[in-house]
């Protein structure tokens, strides 16, 4: 009896031991995955201004950026061309996979995405149809012309998926549908592409095949007020979506109204990723692939963790991807949907056939 008192409180004893040991090597984890995307997001920074038809050195690189000091031309390329896109690049790519994010949160699914659920698509044959009617009458459209109509749009696809999956009950069914919605949308922009101007055509190319080319200071401001706005937000909400994830049971348990939440899920997806569409055009498998490669290089899915993880490597991995599109057959530049495809398919499939085989 004495040494099965002894064995007990010696085991008492190890269980805060080994608890305080596991959280600390967690949290030890969770600031070495921060480190290393912070640093890669600095080294893929100095690259994008460096890399290009003017090349330049890191010092010059840092002279323009910190003193104003340099040639006027080395100063203007970076202060007018680079930086507003690298930028964008970022604000947009941690967009778009907190969007996914949320999306995957909503259905429940790692594969529901704004792209693949067919919501891109809608806020594409918005901003089509709204862009040809103001450069027919008006010759101009604002920024916040294009995020309205985009976020109309992602609302109105996202209405419809939500209707199916109320008759749909299988995931499979509804990703079906939200591909179908995007071919739907899809063609209805190239019918109305079909009848426009020859100059409206032009504009809707460009944008359609998505680009971060062409950005300016005041898209920046703009896209960091919205996207920062509806980040925070997110973040906010970290503890209500950490009980959703354990069940809506337990959720409503935890004192989380369950209607309004939903409600609040979809409409900050349907703003990130409208403002994505808006001024960069639709881009593809970001908002799958990077919320999932988030949660394996964490090794958790805590929102606390994910929200900001999820959107420093959906910016790191725009901008890899950006660099590569202006650089890989330059001068000819590659649309951004056609990068972030080749990287970000093949870790779609490898999520299904994971799903499948329960690896």
Same mark, same amino acid.
């Given at each position: 009896m004495l040494r099965r008192g002894l064995s007990d409180k010696k085991r008492m004893e190890a269980e805060p031991l080994s !608890?305080?040991?596991?959280?600390?090597?967690?949290?030890?984890?969770?600031?070495? =995955? !921060?480190?290393?995307?912070?640093?890669? $997001?600095?080294i893929v920074t100095v690259l994008n201004i460096n890399i290009g038809t003017v090349q330049m050195s890191v010092s010059s690189i840092a002279k323009a950026i910190f003193l104003h000091d340099g040639t006027t031309k080395e100063v203007n390329i970076i202060w007018s061309i680079r930086l507003p896109r690298i930028i964008m690049a970022a604000i947009l790519g941690g967009a778009l996979s907190l969007s996914g !994010?949320?999306?995957?949160?909503?259905?429940?699914?790692?594969?529901?995405?704004?792209? %693949?659920?067919?919501?891109? +698509?809608?806020?594409?044959? =918005? *901003?089509?149809? *709204?862009?040809?009617?103001?450069?027919?009458?008006?010759?101009?459209?604002?920024? !916040?012309?294009?995020?309205?109509?985009? $976020?109309?749009?992602?609302?109105?696809?996202?209405? $419809?998926?939500?209707? %199916? +999956?109320?008759?749909i009950k299988s995931m499979a069914a509804l990703l079906v549908a939200g591909i179908m919605i995007g071919y739907i949308c899809s063609a209805v922009t190239d019918f109305v592409v079909t009848f426009a101007n020859d100059s409206d055509i032009v504009n809707l190319h460009n944008w359609s095949l998505g680009s971060f080319s062409g950005m300016s200071w005041d898209n920046v401001k703009i896209a960091a007020i919205v996207i920062g706005v509806t980040a925070l937000i997110t973040a906010a909400m970290s503890k209500p979506i950490g009980a959703f994830q354990m069940g809506e049971a337990y959720a409503q348990s935890m004192g989380v109204n369950v209607k309004i939440f939903k409600t609040a899920l979809i409409l900050l997806s349907s703003v990130l990723s409208a403002c994505v569409t808006a001024f960069a055009g639709p881009i593809s498998f970001v908002g799958i692939a990077v919320p999932f490669i988030a949660r394996g290089t964490f090794g958790t899915s805590k929102p606390l963790v994910i929200i900001p993880g999820s959107f420093i490597c959906g910016a790191v991995f725009c901008m890899v991807c950006d660099l590569i599109a202006r650089t890989a057959f330059a001068p000819v530049e590659l649309s951004i949907s056609t990068v972030t495809s080749i990287f970000g398919a093949p870790v779609v499939i490898y999520m299904m056939i994971k799903r499948h085989s329960g690896i």
């Open positions: !608890f305080h040991s596991e959280s600390f090597r967690r949290r030890s984890r969770y600031t070495a =995955v !921060f480190m290393l995307l912070i640093a890669a $997001f600095c !994010f949320l999306l995957q949160t909503f259905f429940e699914n790692p594969i529901a995405g704004p792209y %693949v659920l067919g919501i891109s +698509s809608g806020a594409k044959m =918005v *901003v089509a149809l *709204v862009m040809i009617y103001y450069l027919q009458h008006m010759k101009t459209m604002t920024s !916040f012309h294009m995020i309205a109509a985009a $976020f109309i749009g992602a609302l109105m696809s996202t209405a $419809f998926i939500l209707l %199916v +999956s109320r008759r």
